[in-house]
């Protein structure tokens, strides 16, 4: 056998690692019910018609260029209206267009993080926030987000966490797994950190126009002398994450981020550039109508209200009401294990969830992720065999 890398064998990503026994059980004609992936158009959401329309004009237009590494330039153009909505002043030079949020992670982190060097991330977290630093041979070290707080964001925890290594703090607003939103106060908290300390800030905005109540308030509009890295795409709120379309906008304070905007540079030289047609329905997304994420918010709203109802009819579950996004973050009264129970919970009832520790093992545990995506009928039907399985589970434990 010739050996893999440690590196990429590190790498764990529990969202999709659960995913395996449920295709063994789909293998042998059972079906699973899914509640595990952020990805509304498994359910009944579509792209809109006028941004597939865009993207299938640029693929038989033969757009099938390579674009500047940077990303097309009207598309640039559109991004610095759209952060200038929220207050951002930036530039098109600040903006690289990736593959994803997710490929503009790997960019920042393996750009910023020299060996053993930290970066503070919520816990619980999205999983790349944890990956790609280790996978660098940074360090992820995770903040307390509060759970009898709504998921707010710990600002002595973070005080406490920081070191001569760390280089930045994360904020994932609103977050992912929990669908906590951070308002202006613990913002320009966490930023008055960042300045103090000469670091910089990762603002992942990817889903900043799924709000239920609030309007979105940007970071780099509160703290204007902070270095910060802004991220966000077309996956969540224009509803296509398999078009792998995003970006990172650099919002320089004194030329703090000189060096690692290099470093981002260079490596988006190296890989060439993201998908040439799908910048151009980025593009129609941005410039065209918005009116399906009224109509998205209001599904996602009756959804999420059901599920709370479920939760809190069943003994031993509770819930923090999400105030963004399309997830909740289950608690479990005296679980030990999440992986297992959600294991348990897959092989017994067929319902695919995400174990909560897979977001973060200290802050995460005794949890359990699901998605508020799917239509209530299906929701119904996920929520019975959970009521059914939490009976078994409570008179086991
Ligand atoms: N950032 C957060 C907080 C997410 O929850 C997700 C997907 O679930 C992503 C980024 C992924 O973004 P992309 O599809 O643009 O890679």
């Not at 395996?20 to 042998?28: F, N």
């Not at 759209?82 to 593959?99: L, Q, R, S």
């Not at 992942?204 to 309007?215: A, S």
């Not at 060096?259 to 998908?275: F, S, V, Y």
Request: glycine letters at 6%; a negative charge.
């Amino acid at each position: 056998m010739i050996p893999a890398s440690v590196r990429s064998l590190r790498i764990e990503y529990a969202i999709r690692d659960d995913v395996v026994p449920a295709r063994e059980l789909e293998k042998r004609g059972i079906e699973v019910l899914k509640l595990n992936i952020g990805d509304p158009i498994k359910y009944d959401f579509k792209t809109p018609e006028h941004i597939r329309k865009a993207a299938a004009e640029a693929v038989m237009n033969s757009r099938s260029e390579y674009s500047p590494s940077e990303g097309l330039l009207e598309l640039r153009e559109a991004i610095v209206d759209k952060e200038k909505e929220y207050g951002v002043d930036i530039t098109t030079d600040d903006i690289v267009v990736t593959t994803g949020v997710t490929e503009a992670l790997m960019l920042i982190f393996a750009a910023a993080l020299n060996p053993g060097e930290e970066i503070l991330v919520p816990g619980p977290t999205y999983p790349p926030y944890i990956t790609y630093p280790t996978f660098y041979d940074g360090r992820p070290i995770t903040y307390r987000t509060v759970e009898e707080d709504g998921w707010q964001p710990d600002v002595d925890d973070i005080r406490k966490k920081i070191t001569p290594k760390t280089k930045a703090i994360a904020v994932i607003n609103p977050n992912n797994p929990t669908g906590a939103y951070y308002g202006e106060k613990v913002l320009r908290e966490i930023a008055d950190i960042v300045a103090e300390h000469n670091l910089f800030l990762i603002s992942d905005e990817i889903y900043d126009k799924m709000l239920y109540d609030n309007e979105f308030i940007s970071p780099a509009k509160i703290a204007k002398d902070v270095p910060m890295i802004i991220l966000n795409g077309i996956s969540k709120v224009y509803l296509a994450p398999g078009w792998r379309i995003g970006y990172l906008a650099i919002r320089d304070y004194e030329n703090s981020l000189a060096e690692i905007r290099e470093g981002i540079m260079k490596q988006a030289r190296a890989r060439l550039c993201a998908n040439t047609p799908l910048q151009l329905g980025y593009l129609a997304a941005l410039k065209g109508p918005q009116d399906h994420i009224r109509e998205t918010m209001n599904r996602l709203r009756e959804r999420r209200d059901y599920v709370a109802k479920r939760v809190q009819e069943i003994p031993g579950l509770s819930v923090v009401i999400p105030e963004g996004a399309f997830y909740m973050f289950i608690k479990v009264d005296g679980c030990r294990d999440d992986k297992k129970f959600v294991l348990d919970m897959l092989r017994e009832k067929h319902v695919l969830t995400v174990h909560g520790s897979g977001f973060c093992p200290i802050y995460g545990k005794g949890h359990f992720r699901i998605v508020n995506l799917p239509p209530v009928d299906y929701l119904a039907k996920a929520f019975d065999r959970i009521e059914e399985f939490m009976r078994d589970w409570k008179r086991a434990h």
